[in-house]
């Protein structure tokens, strides 16, 4: 499947994690929080004060750690990062404060930086107390947990999971004057995923120097063509956040737009942040593929936007794909109704290479070999509106009877 990125611009690195940028460390254990043996808790952390940057959820019910990481953010500088699972800390009124301000108190002096410099992140269960002696526990025994090998990475990345399947990671390499700066990037997400960041927990690492407004306006621009354009089951959490981190140890001169090796830099960025949102459309729960909507022929790129969320979004095409049923009338019912300038009689759909419907009439297809594709595990669903110059992709899965088991049964 296509990326949104061009590729040329950067050097996937292999094997790579969020360690793998110069001056980070990263660990995670099990200290409680969870009923399973699964890790719990974990921390990133600079040797050096980062330039940093973050975008939330939209949810007006925000967790305590928000609050927190806001307010460790507002210099624009961060130095490490607390992380939780198995316990949201959010709906927890003025003891969840406590507990999250009490998390960044305990992780400062375990990890060795400044209170104010230290962000803090929980997924999990909402409306639950954390259990602070476990947390405290599992922060003190972190700094003997933290490292730069692969290990330590995947004992993070395991940390931060919940209903997940499997860790979502990514990192590139780019050239900027002449240095190598790389970019890595660690993500959970699973459940309660739906565009408007944010809707997941995600971390990502550089080694660049780079200012705080240029990397604040990056993420914002990298998130609106990747994170928010994910959806698993249309529910926006109360608690997620994507947060970067960039420690300026590779010693190039400092990065802004007008910076000439800017458009690198920001498509290796941007490519983080797109394998990420897949992998966790992909691993949406209880889901067996992973779709994606492409739209052309918007009348602008927002609009496409607006109608591949909608079309991403419908559980009735999220059902056909989970049933392999090529029903095209779910599709353009969803184009229909996503509140755009749309020509009723010009629209083309198809289904990868296999076109069910030209100029808003249907036409005569293999229904076996839509079959068949539509089994595979991954499924695009191409919209060409011929209507303007508009493009947008969007991402998401299949609605599955896992889905609701699991979601039956959250808590318990």
Known sequence: MGTNVEQKAFTIVENGTIVTPR?????????????????????????????????????????????????????????AVIVNSGNANACTGQQGE????????????????????????????????LKMDAVHSGISGLPAHLGKEAEEAEHFSQAILTTDLVKKEACVSVEVNGKTITIAGAAKGSGMIHPNMATMLAFMTSDAVISAEALQRLLRQATNHTFNMITVDGDTSTNDMLVAMSSGLAGNEELTVEHPDWDAFAAGFTYVCEVLAKAIARDGEGATKLVEVQVTGAVSDESAQAIAKTVIGSSLVKSAMFGADANWGRIIAAV????????????????????????????????EAALAYLQTDTVRIVVDLHHGDGTAI???????????????????
Request: hydrophobic letters at 40%; one cysteine or more; charged letters at 20%.
């Open 394 to 412: 969007a991402w998401g899965c299949d609605l599955t009877y896992d889905y609701v088991r699991i979601n039956a049964a959250y808590r318990t």
């Open 23 to 79: 001056g980070f460390t990263a660990g995670g254990l099990h200290c409680g929080l969870k009923k399973t043996s699964r890790n719990d808790i974990g921390a990133i952390r600079c040797d050096v004060p980062a330039t940093a940057a973050a975008v939330y959820t939209t949810n007006v019910f925000q967790a305590a750690p928000l609050k927190v990481t806001r307010e460790s953010l507002s210099n624009g500088c961060l130095q």
């Open 98 to 129: 406590e507990d999250a301000y009490a998390m960044r108190t305990a992780a400062a002096r375990e990890l060795g930086v400044a209170e104010e410099d230290v962000a803090v992140a929980s997924t999990g269960v909402i409306g639950e107390l």
């Open 336 to 367: 229909g109704r996503a509140g755009q300038p749309v020509n009723p009689e010009t629209v083309d759909i198809r289904l990868g290479d296999i076109s069910v419907l030209e100029q808003s009439r249907p036409v005569v297809f293999d229904e």
